[in-house]
């Protein structure tokens, strides 16, 4: 008769299991020099809703979200990312992730109570590429006044402007992506689903921590420069409601950057946009799920790289590779 035994605590199976782990990206702060003209773009013409105010901060949800807010938007001189949010996979990971940082020698700061509105304790860095990154596990969710009927949803749909449904993603710009991309798989654990790549090296990569195909996309930065924000992105429900925003950039004057149109990475419609304190924000539609942990990242090179820019392999805009704020 053969006797079980019980696995060793300190097997690579236990570690690998109990690893802090990047959940999802929670939201983004958005910087603008036109507070109030940025708070109307993105109220009554994305159709987000306002649920506080704090200091220079106004704190905004999209209709489909569970939590109080997925985007600050702060009075500031400059345009820009404040900073990026993203929750953690467990509660006590918070302790976990600034114990890994002293490992790995990352600058951080821990805060109790959180560095914003209705956020449990955060761990706080600015990564070597100068991007402010935020890392927690508790938040306060949503509680509508008039909830909706359909369980599933976190209140009931109201249609204001186009009527974006939630964050997507964001894209930042790095000096080197290759050191980048490394850095967000070996420190976070992002894990490279799509990279557009040359002989001298990626210039441009799409990561995800969840199943979708990018939570976080790293470009080159056309100048050189560092820590900047290439764009927000937004997701809408279908590409007809993408094409039905594009009418109303149209009408309100809205500087449209491109599209509409389709990128062959991540099988995304989008129109990209400047909202009026000069940030660009993307309009998504599309894209497709990871469910495989054995997923082989799509690599496009050579003259593909035309087709994972724009699907049938036209051009965006010179300013697309080197506007970033």
Do not use: C
């Amino acid at each position: 008769m053969s006797t079980a035994t019980q696995p060793q605590t300190s097997s690579p199976q236990y570690l690998e299991v109990s690893t802090p782990r990047v959940h999802n990206l929670h939201h983004v702060e958005v910087l603008t020099p036109k507070p109030d003209e940025s708070l109307d773009f993105f109220t009554r013409v994305l159709g987000l809703h306002e649920t506080h105010r704090e200091g220079q901060s106004v704190y905004l949800r999209a209709a489909g979200e569970w939590g109080r807010y997925s985007t600050i938007l702060t009075e500031a001189k400059e345009p820009g990312l404040g900073h990026m949010a993203w929750q953690v996979a467990e509660p006590d990971q918070v302790e976990g992730w600034a114990r890994r940082f002293a490992d790995k020698g990352v600058a951080h700061t821990r805060q109790a109570g959180g560095t914003s509105f209705a956020q449990g304790d955060t761990v706080s860095f600015t990564g070597p590429f100068g991007h402010r990154t935020e890392l927690f596990y508790d938040f306060e969710r949503y509680a509508p006044a008039d909830p909706s009927q359909l369980l599933s949803q976190p209140g009931k749909f109201p249609t204001p402007g186009i009527g974006a449904r939630r964050l997507d993603h964001l894209n930042i710009t790095a000096q080197n992506v290759d050191e980048a991309r490394d850095w967000y798989t070996d420190v976070l654990g992002f894990k490279l689903r799509e990279a557009a790549r040359t002989p001298e090296g990626d210039i441009g990569v799409w990561m995800s921590v969840t199943s979708q195909v990018h939570d976080l996309a790293i470009m080159r930065d056309g100048l050189g420069e560092r820590g900047r924000l290439h764009h927000v992105a937004y997701y809408l429900d279908t590409p007809e409601t993408l094409l039905r925003a594009a009418d109303i950039f149209v009408e309100e004057g809205t500087p449209i950057d491109a599209g509409p149109g389709k990128h062959g990475l991540t099988q995304a419609f989008f129109i990209y946009v400047f909202e009026p304190g000069g940030n660009r924000v993307e309009l998504f539609s599309g894209g497709y799920p990871i469910h495989g942990p054995d997923w082989q990242p799509i690599i496009w090179d050579g003259a593909a790289i035309e087709k994972a820019i724009v699907w049938y392999g036209g051009q965006l805009p010179d300013t697309f590779f080197t506007t970033a704020t």
